[in-house]
């Protein structure tokens, strides 16, 4: 017997659970299921989300023939079944899973058929596919983007599985404790496919009369169902969040943050994001601050999971409550932007390579003064192009007194 999860796929649109902004009364897919005007598609969104269902459920609501293959395990000769199909038949609704590992060979072969319409393509992934799909798939193609499920979803998903005679439980007696089923809809993380494969278990392995409480469904879904997935959209955002939260200053959310990335148990995405926090943003206003960031990372590293988040923790913890500066990024970013349109100039002749040799000997002979023969190390010279000679990119912050210290000097020479 298929599991419950499969057996509980909605056959038609109506069946659909949550995603209302997409399948509900005013939602563009109902409306295109309604005016028997199908496009092709991608629908993108974390596990669990319903991208699947809405895809068998177009399908049902059709009429149309449906087949799935996927991105990563069929081939091309696959596809060219479907293909023949849809010639004989007149449409076939693909749905193509994992459709961001779709290789070049295999595009160029499902192109015409899209443009012909003999092949309606619902293409499923996790990756934002902005990012992870080619353009020419993409432009011939509608991008819907599936939310992640309400606990309200979870639910209803849940009794509809316990009530259901044909696909479910219906046709048994099942008693579930209200903090059991309050495990099952918080702990699955929105993934619907989740909770229903934990309830399958509490239900297949308890005694009759089946009874459900909260140690069954703690049993049966230990932990939450962290939707994660390091190449997918959903962990690019977490990761923002977890920067934009250290930026702010907000020592609470970046521990929440921190804690979905330990989960996900990706260490070097991590480290390599703390350690461009410990540059962008806190920078010239704790200098020092990089580097104990980096010897929390070596520890975190040699240590491993699950201590590693222990020097990973006060590592977040110190950049929070640090000053904050971006003035180096911003300096180097004003930099670039000159160089990138062109405002380089002319080196002055005596910054050219030969003229620095035997500069502290000859003095001034060669046009450059050697600011160590100067009292403090430092003589005014030109140093910019003629044409960038006004030019200012550094713009000190008074967030701390390392970098007031930077600006003071920075300020006396450029008054000189």
Same mark, same amino acid.
């Given at each position: 017997?298929?599991?419950? @999860?499969?057996?509980?796929?909605?056959?038609?649109?109506?069946?659909?659970?949550?995603?209302?902004?997409?399948?509900?009364?005013?939602?563009?897919?109902?409306?295109?299921? /309604? @005016?028997?005007?199908?496009?092709?598609?991608?629908? $993108?969104?974390?596990?669990?989300?319903?991208?699947?269902?809405?895809?068998?459920?177009?399908?049902?609501?059709? !009429?149309?023939?449906?087949?799935?293959?996927?991105?990563?395990? /069929?081939?091309?000769? *696959?596809?060219?079944?479907?293909?023949?199909?849809?010639?004989?038949?007149?449409?076939?609704?693909?749905?193509?899973?994992?459709?961001?590992?779709? #290789?070049?060979?295999?595009? !160029?072969?499902?192109?015409?058929?899209?443009?012909?319409?003999?092949?309606?393509?619902?293409?499923?992934?996790?990756?934002?596919?902005?990012?992870?799909?080619?353009?020419?798939?993409?432009?011939?193609?509608?991008?819907?983007?599936?939310?992640?499920?309400?606990?309200?979803?979870?639910?209803?998903?849940?009794?509809?599985?316990?009530?259901?005679? !044909?696909?479910?439980?219906?046709?048994?007696?099942? /008693?579930?404790?209200?903090?059991?089923? +309050?495990?099952?809809?918080?702990?699955?993380?929105?993934?619907?496919?989740?909770?229903?494969?934990?309830?399958?278990?509490?239900?297949?392995?308890?005694?009759?009369?089946?009874?459900?409480?909260?140690?069954?469904?703690?049993?049966?879904?230990?932990?939450?169902?962290?939707?994660? *997935?390091?190449?997918?959209?959903?962990? $690019?955002?977490?990761?923002?969040?977890?920067?934009?939260?250290?930026?702010?200053? #907000?020592?609470?959310?970046?521990?929440?943050?921190?804690?979905?990335?330990?989960?996900?148990?990706?260490?070097?995405?991590?480290?390599?994001?703390?350690?461009?926090?410990?540059?962008?943003?806190?920078?010239?206003?704790?200098?020092? @601050?990089?580097?104990?960031?980096?010897?929390?990372?070596?520890?975190?590293?040699?240590?491993?999971?699950?201590?590693?988040?222990?020097?990973?923790?006060?590592?977040?913890?110190?950049?929070?409550?640090?000053?904050?500066?971006?003035?180096?990024?911003?300096?180097?970013?004003?930099?670039?932007?000159?160089?990138?349109?062109?405002?380089?100039? +002319?080196?002055?002749?005596?910054?050219?390579?030969?003229?620095?040799?035997?500069?502290?000997?000859?003095?001034?002979?060669?046009?450059?003064?050697?600011?160590?023969?100067?009292?403090?190390?430092?003589?005014?010279?030109?140093?910019?192009? !003629?044409?960038?000679?006004?030019?200012?990119?550094?713009?000190?912050?008074?967030?701390?007194?390392?970098?007031?210290?930077?600006?003071?000097?920075?300020?006396?020479?450029?008054?000189?």
């Amino acid at each position: 017997m298929e599991p419950l @999860a499969y057996r509980m796929r909605p056959t038609t649109i109506d069946d659909v659970i949550g995603q209302n902004h997409l399948v509900g009364d005013k939602g563009i897919i109902r409306r295109m299921v /309604n @005016a028997r005007r199908l496009s092709s598609m991608i629908l $993108y969104g974390p596990p669990g989300t319903g991208k699947t269902s809405i895809a068998r459920a177009i399908a049902g609501s059709t !009429d149309a023939k449906f087949r799935q293959l996927n991105a990563v395990t /069929n081939t091309k000769k *696959d596809m060219q079944i479907v293909a023949e199909e849809a010639k004989m038949s007149g449409q076939v609704i693909l749905l193509l899973d994992e459709i961001h590992r779709l #290789d070049k060979a295999r595009q !160029d072969f499902l192109l015409p058929h899209l443009e012909n319409g003999h092949i309606i393509l619902i293409g499923a992934t996790t990756s934002n596919p902005y990012h992870a799909i080619n353009p020419a798939i993409r432009s011939r193609t509608q991008i819907f983007e599936l939310q992640p499920l309400t606990p309200s979803d979870i639910r209803q998903a849940i009794e509809r599985a316990i009530h259901d005679k !044909d696909h479910g439980f219906g046709d048994r007696a099942i /008693n579930i404790d209200e903090q059991a089923m +309050e495990h099952f809809v918080q702990a699955a993380g929105g993934d619907i496919r989740a909770s229903l494969n934990a309830l399958e278990l509490a239900v297949l392995s308890a005694e009759e009369p089946v009874h459900i409480t909260r140690q069954d469904a703690e049993d049966c879904l230990q932990k939450s169902s962290f939707n994660f *997935d390091k190449d997918g959209d959903f962990h $690019y955002d977490v990761m923002s969040a977890f920067q934009k939260s250290i930026r702010g200053s #907000d020592v609470d959310a970046a521990l929440h943050y921190l804690a979905r990335l330990i989960e996900g148990g990706d260490l070097p995405t991590i480290a390599r994001r703390l350690l461009v926090i410990s540059f962008e943003d806190i920078g010239l206003a704790s200098p020092q @601050a990089a580097s104990r960031t980096l010897t929390a990372i070596e520890a975190a590293e040699r240590l491993g999971f699950p201590e590693a988040r222990i020097p990973l923790a006060q590592a977040v913890i110190e950049l929070c409550l640090s000053p904050k500066s971006n003035s180096g990024i911003t300096a180097i970013d004003a930099a670039l932007s000159d160089v990138r349109k062109g405002r380089s100039g +002319e080196i002055p002749k005596h910054l050219k390579d030969g003229h620095y040799a035997g500069a502290k000997d000859l003095g001034n002979a060669t046009g450059y003064l050697y600011p160590h023969n100067y009292p403090g190390g430092h003589v005014k010279q030109q140093y910019l192009p !003629d044409n960038l000679q006004k030019a200012r990119y550094y713009s000190p912050k008074d967030t701390s007194k390392s970098e007031a210290q930077f600006k003071q000097v920075y300020d006396n020479i450029k008054k000189e």
